[in-house]
């Protein structure tokens, strides 16, 4: 998946996995944040309606990533430019640096999963000590090839129970609607 792919189906408004809004699992992640100057990366970010609530609420280390030139304009536009906020058009994947948080939302499923162990692997290298990852991956199969790519639960202890120290896997209870009973709600800790 190219930047080209995902800037065009930004073009073309095929943005399914967009809720138009801060998804509730990720609002009760950030709610329970209590140091605002802790470093935030939100790969995949897209629309980023969590960098809207992080904002409001003070936080002062904000860093989104994203391959489609296209989600970070608009992102830019909706927000404007706080000091709190770092935007990168770019590959998650080449990205250096250090945090405290990161927020998954969607990224996971819209990569190919022959690059989960790289995923993991570089989660683990970006997050500080005592760092977590945490959000929200599909529990399910889906009938057609993605993205998004879904995944089972047991693939993803095997995939980051020897990276991670904490490895919380459950079903998501605040899943939206359409898809409460096929999210399972992630925390990883390094």
Not at 39 to 44: E, K, Q, T, V, Y
Not at 83 to 94: H, R
Not at 95 to 117: K, N, S, V
Request: charged share 20%; glycine share 8%.
């Amino acid at each position: 998946m190219t930047a080209d792919y995902w800037n065009d189906r930004y073009q073309t408004n095929r943005m399914g996995w967009d809720l138009g809004q801060l998804s509730p699992p990720l609002k009760a992640i950030i709610d329970g944040v209590t140091d605002k100057t802790a470093a935030i990366l939100i790969p995949g970010a897209g629309s980023g309606y969590e960098v809207d609530y992080l904002l409001q609420l003070g936080f002062q280390n904000i860093t989104v990533i994203d391959l489609a030139p296209l989600a970070i304009k608009r992102l830019n536009e909706r927000v404007g430019n706080p000091p709190a906020l770092t935007t990168i058009i770019g590959d998650f994947f080449a990205h250096q640096g250090q945090y405290d948080l990161i927020l998954e939302q969607t990224f996971f499923c819209a990569l190919d999963p022959t690059l989960r162990p790289a995923y993991a692997q570089h989660m683990h290298e970006l997050l500080k000590p005592n760092g977590k990852l945490a959000g929200v991956l599909f529990g399910i199969t889906f009938p057609f090839a993605g993205p998004p790519f879904g995944g089972s639960v047991d693939e993803y202890r095997a995939l980051f129970e020897p990276l991670f120290t904490h490895v919380r896997l459950e079903p998501c209870e605040l899943s939206i609607k359409p898809r409460l009973g096929s999210e399972w709600w992630i925390e990883l800790r390094k």
